[in-house]
């Protein structure tokens, strides 16, 4: 079942969707600058990195089996849900004036797509989604680590297995289990594409997941979803041009699928560090590695295949300890020491270390190595930004002044190509000091509009304003160019030589950018200024997630929906009881939505009767009250036009609001 929804689970798309809808008509963006020319030209040198290093190459082509003959991976109605072909265009081609060296770098690895032989015993498909799937061969079946984000990418990828790999005779290898490293979307979404919930209840497949996966896979989304959803659309230009102009991956990985999300709760939770499960004569080892790259994940150690899997804490990158679509702060001190005791339990055991993006590496020593400078790196930048804390410097000074140190810097795996230095920094400022920065003039700040107005006053006006933008322009000088203009904008957002030289602007800075993420933020807000929204169109969303959502999260979901204006002086009150008799009241008083599990309020309005998910689907108006009704996916006892008033006091959030405008 699909159900057509604008709420918190249709940003899974925004975030995840794949296959650009591209930009016809729109204003053509525009080449590289001399500034931009030599500053890509200068960037390796600059950074100490080995251009002739070639290493990954040949890793990431190790084992390689075949890919797709066709690349289009569609679904069932025939719409591509993920191209493989999409970032061909970086394949065996000198990084173009456009592009970042270094990322262009990262983006030709990630665009190196197919089923991959790890070792006997071990394969990964890389490259039909932003995330790997890992298949695990046991005496007679198969375990799979983390099946992408869609369904439709992880059958292709378990096809591709069977077709190269499986004898003929022998039949396929069923599913024994599938386990989840992480409460992620794109290491649990697929998984209906390699197990049914039919063999799960039946117990012919096992999932295995880390304590709090559930909770955590459904929540993180659900209170901000819809600014996450659309702040995604910046972060990861899903729906934009792929190209040496456009988007060219996320530096994690090239793009994300836009298929059917699903997800089974999982059978069996690993809940401590030194766990052991052995399935089909494999043996896993699990260590918890909670609140690093997500809040609910493990490492596995495979003593068989003297193999670790680092899940998604060690990649071939510096990884988000804040992700610009927007989330929690993750702990930079969780995750170095994490890294550590997978070094002090695996490391000396270790000859293959395989991750969920990115490719594996071989031999103890550069796997020593590799875990070693990573935890070095997340412990450095944790340490000397809470240094500087303590002498009295604020987000943005630090961001500035935090280098790493030049062994750690010159390592091409702990690279800025998906979190950045710069980013961390700030994230470890705020996990310990929040948003205020200690100066009061910035306690009780202007809102930008109001503050936009005046500079532009203060400076003389607006065309004054723009000519020394030019100038700055003119020097190679883009973010103050950017900073000069942000406040032409949001005072007039009409102005439209204030809105192009601004697009100009952040478009060489998303030239320079290595950060895949950083590049694309920049690169979707040129697009915007010059040519309005960059929609997505794709709001489609599987009823999986949406079934999964706890009672808790639903009201708390509710509360937030509630319009405060709408609500003002009314006192609604109801009981809802669910398919299992269990009762839950609700009432709305001083325009606020409150809840209680297990307490029925003593006189509501209406007593609404019906399974979870469809009351689900009706309190977020997923679907009308009145089909539902019509439809006996509720019953409601009492006075139906007071729960009809509750939902339209809800709002329905606009997933296309502003950002680089008012």
Not at 595 to 612: F, L, N
Request: charged content about 25%; some cysteine.
């Amino acid at each position: 079942m699909k159900i057509k929804i604008n709420y918190f689970a249709a940003m899974l798309l925004a975030m995840f969707a794949g296959g650009g809808i591209g930009a016809q008509g729109a204003e053509q963006p525009k080449k590289a600058t001399s500034h931009t020319i030599e500053y890509n030209q200068k960037f390796l040198g600059a950074h100490g990195l080995d251009e002739n290093d070639k290493q990954d190459f040949q890793d990431a082509e190790k084992g390689f089996m075949a890919t797709l003959k066709d690349p289009n991976i569609k679904n069932k109605e025939g719409r591509t849900v993920f191209d493989i072909s999409a970032f061909d265009f970086t394949k065996d081609k000198p990084a173009p004036d456009t592009v970042n060296p270094s990322l262009w770098r990262v983006s030709q690895l990630n665009a190196k797509s197919g089923l991959f032989k790890v070792m006997d015993g071990i394969y990964q498909i890389r490259g039909f989604d932003l995330s790997n799937m890992t298949i695990i061969e046991g005496k007679e079946g198969l375990i799979i680590i983390d099946p992408l984000i869609s369904e439709e990418t992880a059958k292709a990828g378990l096809d591709l297995y069977y077709r190269e790999v499986e004898q003929p005779e022998t039949g396929k290898r069923p599913v024994k289990a599938v386990v989840y490293t992480h409460s992620h979307v794109d290491h649990f979404g697929g998984v209906k594409g390699v197990a049914s919930e039919q063999d799960v209840k039946s117990g012919k497949t096992q999932i295995l997941a880390p304590e709090g996966f559930l909770k955590e896979a459904v929540s993180e989304n659900v209170y901000a979803g819809n600014a996450m959803g659309r702040r995604s659309t910046y972060m990861y230009a899903a729906p934009f041009n792929k190209g040496p102009e456009g988007t060219v991956g996320s530096g994690l990985g090239t793009a994300s699928s836009s298929g059917t999300i699903t997800v089974i709760p999982p059978t069996d939770t690993i809940t401590k560090t030194g766990e052991t499960r052995t399935i089909d004569g494999v043996e896993m080892e699990f260590m918890m590695a909670p609140g690093t790259e997500a809040p609910s994940e493990m490492l596995m150690y495979f003593p068989q295949f003297k193999s670790l899997c680092s899940a998604e804490d060690a990649t071939h990158t510096m990884h988000n300890l804040y992700t610009l679509r927007g989330a929690k702060v993750r702990d930079a001190s969780n995750w170095w020491k994490a890294l550590d005791e997978a070094i002090q339990r695996y490391g000396d055991k270790t000859e293959v270390l395989f991750a969920q993006h990115h490719w594996p590496r071989w031999g103890k020593e550069r796997i020593s190595q590799f875990l070693a400078k990573e935890r070095n790196g997340y412990k450095y930048m944790h340490d000397q930004t809470l240094n500087l804390i303590n002498k009295g410097y604020t987000p943005v000074e630090i961001a500035e002044m935090i280098k790493l140190p030049p062994e750690i810097d010159k390592q091409w795996y702990f690279r800025g190509y998906y979190g950045t230095l710069n980013h961390n920094a700030k994230a470890i400022y705020q996990r310990y000091m929040g948003w205020y920065d200690g100066n009061p003039a910035n306690l009780y700040a202007l809102p930008p509009v109001e503050a936009a107005r005046r500079y532009v006053e203060l400076a003389g006006g607006a065309d004054k304003m723009i000519d020394n933008a030019q100038k700055a322009f003119d020097k190679g000088d883009y973010r103050w160019t950017a900073e000069v203009l942000k406040h032409v904008v949001f005072a007039d957002p009409q102005n439209s030589k204030a809105r192009n030289l601004a697009a100009d602007a952040l478009e060489q800075l998303g030239y320079q950018a290595e950060s895949g993420p950083w590049r694309n933020e920049f690169l979707v807000g040129a697009y915007e200024l010059r040519n309005g929204l960059l929609k997505n169109p794709l709001d489609l969303v599987s009823t999986d997630i949406l079934s999964n959502l706890t009672p808790e999260m639903l009201f708390d979901y509710m509360g937030i929906s509630l319009n405060a204006e709408k609500s003002k002086g009314k006192k609604l009150a109801f009981n809802w009881i669910d398919q299992n008799g269990k009762p839950y009241g609700f009432w709305v008083e001083d325009e606020v939505l409150m809840y209680r599990e297990g307490k029925p309020v003593e006189h509501p309005d209406a007593v609404i009767t019906g399974d979870k998910l469809n009351f689900t689907l009706i309190a977020m108006q997923a679907v009308p009250l009145k089909e539902a009704l019509d439809k006996g996916m509720i019953k409601i006892e009492g006075n139906t036009d007071k729960f009809k008033e509750l939902l339209e006091c809800m709002d329905k959030f606009n997933g296309n609001f502003n950002i680089i405008e008012p």
